[in-house]
């Protein structure tokens, strides 16, 4: 029961978290904080009800793990920084679950499972934006027309081919390699193909800029949403600023804890 409490708070959570991105492109940080609360709270409940506190040290445990990497993202200009709070959340709320069946401590498996249905989720929402915008299809094909790009890629292709018939594992591990170098350069191509330039007054909150502010301590490489001051203060010392749109992976987490909690590992539904 006490397990059951623990997903359907996650799962409604960070379902309202993701939908949330998907329309606004911004993460409530409220809701993270409020998850993150809930589950120590939760934790520490349990633990101090049964004399057994195995499940507040998972909780610190992941949770912590997640609250570095989740840093180290958003700080690295890779993730926003609600994506990291909601990564977070999941580690404090789900550390461990024994009614699910999974390789690792669910955590884990929660995280790695996340690589491939983002990426999977990614490339999807990438082609959506890109059918509207066709720059981003020409700019990708212009960029693996680079001779070292082509060369490793048909590199792996062939290699991937040949250790089919002699090992499987391997075969799989390069084909894999082969579509993750293919979606960071289709990443890097929506990347540069959704940034456009408006007048101040069309510059709304949770809007993502395009362009470093250093008067305003404002810098691109931090991926979140304007707030209303900082609108305020953006439209009082510039005409036009550089604005970015890029892919909303809030819903991302909720998928990959759905699919975790029925399927378990990913990567060993592929052996």
């Known amino acids: 029961m ?3 409490l623990l997903i359907a ?8 978290a993701g939908l949330y991105d998907l329309k606004t492109s911004n993460i409530p940080d409220t809701l993270c904080i409020l998850m993150i609360i809930t589950g120590l709270f939760l934790h520490s409940f349990y633990s101090f009800s049964t004399g057994d506190f195995s499940n507040l ?7 912590g793990i997640f609250l570095v990497f989740g840093l180290l993202m958003y700080h690295s200009g890779q993730w926003g920084g609600g994506d990291g709070e909601l990564l977070i959340a999941i580690g404090f709320l789900l550390p461990k679950l024994t009614i699910v069946r999974t390789y690792f401590p669910f955590a884990i498996s929660f995280f790695i499972n996340s690589f491939f249905i983002g990426a999977t989720y990614s490339i999807f929402y990438a082609l959506i934006l890109s059918y509207k915008n066709p720059f981003v299809s020409k700019n990708f094909f212009n960029s ?3 001779p070292v790009l082509l060369i490793s890629s048909a590199s792996f292709l062939i290699l991937s081919v040949i250790s089919f018939f002699y090992i499987k594992y391997l075969s799989m591990i390069l084909l894999l390699t082969f579509i993750l170098i293919l979606f960071w350069k289709f990443s890097k191509s929506i ?3 959704f940034y456009k330039k408006i007048p101040v007054s069309k510059l709304k909150v949770d809007d993502m800029l395009g362009e470093d502010i250093p008067k ?3 810098y691109k490489r931090f991926i979140r949403g304007l707030t209303k001051e900082e609108v305020k203060k953006i439209r ?8 970015r749109e890029g892919i909303r992976y809030g819903l991302v987490f909720p998928l990959t804890l759905l699919f975790t909690l029925l399927f378990g590992d990913f990567f060993f539904l592929l052996l």
């Open 2 to 4: 006490f397990e059951l």
């Open 57 to 63: 040290a998972d909780s610190l445990l992941f949770g």
């Open 216 to 218: 305003l301590k404002i």
């Open 191 to 193: 990347e540069q193909g």
């Open 9 to 16: 708070i996650s799962l409604i959570g960070s379902f309202a």
């Open 236 to 243: 009082k010392i510039k005409k036009y600023v550089i604005v």
């Open 144 to 146: 693996i027309k680079q």
